[in-house]
């Protein structure tokens, strides 16, 4: 049972390039998010996902894409890099629906981006 | 915006002290929580709190939440050096599925 696995853990991109962070659990879990750290303040979300098929946009969406054609996997891409991305990115997952119904969030142990 | 501000930004105290950090949020919730994140590392869950509740245990861990003023505390009795870390709260609101996050207080144990 490894939890919630990211990959990569460290990425540099050049302004303008596309990438896919990888993000798969292995706990079955309905529920998976995407987040932003960035320094001085707390997790953002950017997207997430209720089930397979289904996804919704959180709080700072533009510039990402997410899918969820399976319930292990919720890859997040960034479309064309801007130098605002560079962050820490988290990925974590839940039972069922997630925070809403009092449930706990595992999280993932991040990948830096730094966008140049 | 942020829905969680916590309250003090840093704390540094010594080992067998006691670690109150506050948490402030500005719409009615449904429950709060609250995470560690070691530097470098990803979050760690440590105890929720559901609206109808004031306070829990946790170990070490006391939280108490007070609805009428929007606010929780988390208290760490007996810090520990290993205690050392940022403690974040987050709300959810209604049946949202989403948690969102405070600023975090970064908390420091000298030996």
């Known amino acids: 049972n490894a939890g919630v696995t990211q990959t990569p853990k ?22 998976m ?11 953002r979300l950017i997207h997430y ?17 997410v899918s969820r054609s399976t319930t292990e996997d919720f890859p997040l891409r ?4 801007a130098p605002s991305q560079t962050s820490v990115y988290f990925c974590a997952s839940s039972y069922s ?13 991040g990948s830096w981006l730094t966008v140049v | 915006s942020q829905q969680g501000e916590e309250d003090p930004q840093a704390l540094s ?27 470098g590392r990803g979050l760690v869950h ?17 939280v108490t939440l007070d609805t009428s003023k929007k606010s929780s505390s988390l208290l760490i009795t ?17 049946t949202a599925s989403k948690l969102t996050f405070g600023t975090g207080t970064r908390l420091q144990v000298t030996l």
């Open chain 1, 49 to 65: 996902s209720v089930g397979a098929g289904i996804t919704d946009q959180g709080e700072v969406p533009n510039g990402y894409n």
């Open chain 1, 97 to 109: 629906n997630g925070p809403g119904v009092g449930n706990t969030i595992y999280f993932g142990e």
């Open chain 2, 13 to 39: 105290i010594q080992e067998g002290e006691n670690a109150t950090m506050n948490c402030s949020y500005k719409t009615s919730i449904n429950n709060l929580q609250w995470y560690r994140q070691n530097s």
């Open chain 1, 78 to 81: 960034l479309l064309s890099a």
């Open chain 2, 46 to 62: 440590l105890i929720l709190i559901r609206s109808n509740e004031r306070e829990k245990h946790s170990g070490r861990l006391r």
């Open chain 1, 10 to 31: 460290f990425q540099v991109l050049k302004t303008g390039q596309s990438m896919t962070l990888q993000c798969a659990q292995d706990m079955n879990h309905e529920y």
């Open chain 1, 33 to 43: 998010s995407w987040y932003r750290q960035d320094p001085g303040m707390g997790l």
């Open chain 2, 78 to 94: 007996a810090s520990r050096a290993a205690d050392t870390a940022s403690y974040f709260c987050a709300t959810v609101t209604g």
